[in-house]
């Protein structure tokens, strides 16, 4: 059972250049984010989503796009990247509302 | 406006030193709050979810309590393998049902334990 996993693990862009983040979870949860920790602020949701073919913004979407064609699986993608853009990306899902999350090991972006 | 504060930023303990970590909330209608640990280049590892004021829970050399202001993580006799950054998340109620349950992290405490 590997849990939540994201593709890839590093990455550094180009200032411009665009690239698409992949998750995928095995464990049949309707609930998916996209989160970004960056030191001394915790982490923060960019985009999530509530079942298959939904998504929505949260509290930091402005330069990312997201999509969940299958329920397995959220991407997210940065259109234009920027240096403000450098951070650690995680993605999380959970089986309800209420319930915990889970986290994959996490995406670190560097945009020169 | 609903917030979490988690003191201290860093905490250095020997060995065997029983301590607390801290996690101050203030949230309209808390809907659970959740400890996770984080190791360095890791995802966060979920340890705990309370749900009421007065509920406990343990794990191992972890034990973590809820009041209705903040949520204390007592670590008692901590080995060298509980170093790790603790976080703590507040969930507030959904604004309407197609909506996410709004979590909001703490920035978290170093801890780490000396041999």
């Known amino acids: 059972n590997a849990g939540v996993t994201q593709t890839p693990k590093f990455r550094v862009l180009k200032t411009g250049q665009s690239m698409t983040l992949l998750c995928a979870q095995d464990m049949n949860h309707e609930y998916m984010y996209w989160y970004r920790q960056d030191p001394g602020m915790g982490l923060r949701l960019i985009h999530y989503?509530?079942?298959?073919?939904?998504?929505a913004k949260g509290e930091v979407p402005d330069g990312y796009n997201v999509s969940r064609l299958k329920k397995q699986n959220f991407l997210l993608g940065l259109e234009s990247a920027a240096p403000s853009q450098t951070s650690v990306y995680f993605c999380?899902?959970?089986?309800?509302?209420?319930?915990?999350?889970?986290f994959g090991q996490g995406t670190r972006l560097t945009v020169v | 406006e609903d917030q979490v504060t988690q003191s201290p930023e860093a905490l250095r303990l020997q060995e065997g030193e029983s301590s607390s970590l801290n996690c101050s909330y203030t949230v309209s209608g808390l809907r659970g709050l959740f400890w996770y640990r984080q190791d360095p280049g890791k995802g966060p590892e979920f340890l705990f979810t309370l749900y009421s004021a007065g509920e406990e829970k343990e794990k191992e050399r972890l034990k973590a309590t809820l009041t209705k202001k903040e949520s204390f993580l007592h670590i008692t006799a901590p080995k060298p393998e509980d170093s790790a950054t603790y976080l703590c998340a507040v969930q507030a109620p959904r604004l309407w049902s197609g909506a996410t349950n709004k979590l909001i992290f703490g920035t978290g405490t170093l801890l780490a334990v000396q041999p």
């Open positions: 999380a899902s959970n089986l309800g509302a209420y319930t915990e999350a889970f």
């Open positions: 989503s509530v079942g298959e073919g939904t998504t």
